[in-house]
T-cell receptor
Framework: GQNIDQPTEMTATEGAIVQINCTYQTSGFNGLFWYQQHAGEAPTFLSYNVLDGLEEKGRFSSFLSRSKGYSYLLLKELQMKDSASYLC?????????????FGGGTRLMVKP | DAMVIQNPRYQVTQFGKPVTLSCSQTLNHNVMYWYQQKSSQAPKLLFH???????NEADTPDNFQSRRPNTSFCFLDIRSPGLGDAAMYLC??????????????FGPGTRLTVL
């Protein structure tokens, strides 16, 4: 199985940059996903990493180091609407199908 | 627009009274998932279908059952809901297993209240 850790809560200021870390332990890594989830809503896909390095998509970037079992999600130019939970999810070769195991999520609060 | 639809968005049931949640998709994805998410917790996979093949997670209670009559529809049946089953139930779909980028698309969820 997998063990996925991420901070429970973070606070940042509008316009700033924030980095949300995720560490994982898995026997057969096959991709890491970041999802954004606003309160009471479904998760929405943000990014996918399977190779080491940085993937950039507008104000959002995600980094992966497979040797360290580590990823981060970087949010730039924070906006109030970025207040949400950010879920790190790992896919494992040992899982049949495209199943994901989710971390507990990091609740980000953006303040003016 | 292609999407994942869940009905109803809010469901109230009584303790022990069977309830069915529904999910439909227009993405023509062959994999469908049901997750349970309790407040401030991660989504927990209950089971998934790969086409018609049903895959149950080892720790999913027997109280939870699922049906997938065709590619587009999948149902979650809770035979005797308990107070602990109150949660958000998320349906998701993806295009298939294996390597590569197979994003899961989530529906809006059904929030179940058990009285």
């Amino acid at each position: 199985g997998q063990n996925i850790d991420q901070p429970t809560e973070m606070t940042a200021t509008e316009g700033a940059i924030v980095q949300i870390n995720c560490t994982y332990q898995t026997s057969g890594f096959n991709g890491l996903f970041w999802y954004q989830q606003h309160a009471g809503e479904a998760p929405t896909f943000l990014s996918y990493n399977v190779l080491d390095g940085l993937e950039e998509k507008g104000r959002f970037s995600s980094f992966l180091s497979r040797s360290k079992g580590y990823s981060y999600l970087l949010l730039k130019e924070l906006q109030m609407k970025d207040s949400a939970s950010y879920l790190c999810a790992v896919r494992d070769w040992d899982n049949a199908g495209n199943m994901l195991t989710f971390g507990g999520g990091t609740r980000l609060m953006v303040k003016p | 627009d292609a999407m994942v639809i869940q009905n109803p968005r809010y469901q109230v049931t009584q303790f022990g009274k069977p309830v069915t949640l529904s999910c439909s998709q227009t993405l023509n994805h062959n994999v469908m998932y049901w997750y349970q998410q309790k407040s401030s917790q991660a989504p927990k996979l209950l089971f998934h279908y790969y086409d018609k093949d049903f895959n149950n997670e080892a720790d999913t209670p027997d109280n939870f059952q699922s049906r997938r009559p065709n590619t587009s529809f999948c149902f979650l049946d809770i035979r005797s809901p308990g107070l602990g089953d109150a949660a958000m139930y998320l349906c998701a779909t993806s295009s298939g297993a294996g390597a590569g980028y197979n994003e899961q698309f989530f529906g809006p969820g059904t929030r179940l209240t058990v009285l």
